[in-house]
Nanobody, 121 residues
Framework: QVQLVESGGDLVQAGGSLRLSCAAS????????MAWYRQAPGKQRELVTT???????RYAGSVQGRFIISRDNAKNTVYLQMNSLKPEDTAVYYC???????????????WGQGTQVTVSS
């Protein structure tokens, strides 16, 4: 019902920057909160940041001041600008959206397939 395609993951040196994108498509009526999660090897998936439809944002303490989430409602796309990257930011990053579709007619969560971010020291 909702397809999420992430892009932008890469190998980068510590201190560098990356920009992730996640585009949603399908029979979408409305997207509410959009978020980025990440999962490092051997660890649980954790919430990195969220953004509401009207642009209110929240960040995990570990990325506050370094990462910036933004969205383009017209394009159903969410972005994650990651600056001052650290080796501990290495993880698979997943896009997550709360969306209502013409099929479900209710608010459901959808996940992307993930994109690998590797930060070398």
């Amino acid at each position: 019902q909702v397809q999420l395609v992430e892009s932008g993951g890469d190998l980068v040196q510590a201190g560098g920057s990356l920009r992730l994108s996640c585009a949603a498509s399908g029979s979408i009526l409305r997207i509410d909160t959009m978020a980025w999660y990440r999962q490092a090897p051997g660890k649980q998936r954790e919430l990195v940041t969220t953004i509401t439809r009207d642009g209110r944002t929240r960040y995990a303490g570990s990325v506050q001041g370094r990462f910036i989430i933004s969205r383009d409602n017209a394009k159903n796309t969410v972005y994650l600008q990651m600056n001052s990257l650290k080796p501990e930011d290495t993880a698979v990053y997943y896009c997550n959206v709360d969306a209502i579709t013409r099929v479900s007619m209710e608010l459901l969560k959808y996940w992307g397939q993930g994109t690998q971010v590797t930060v070398s020291s």
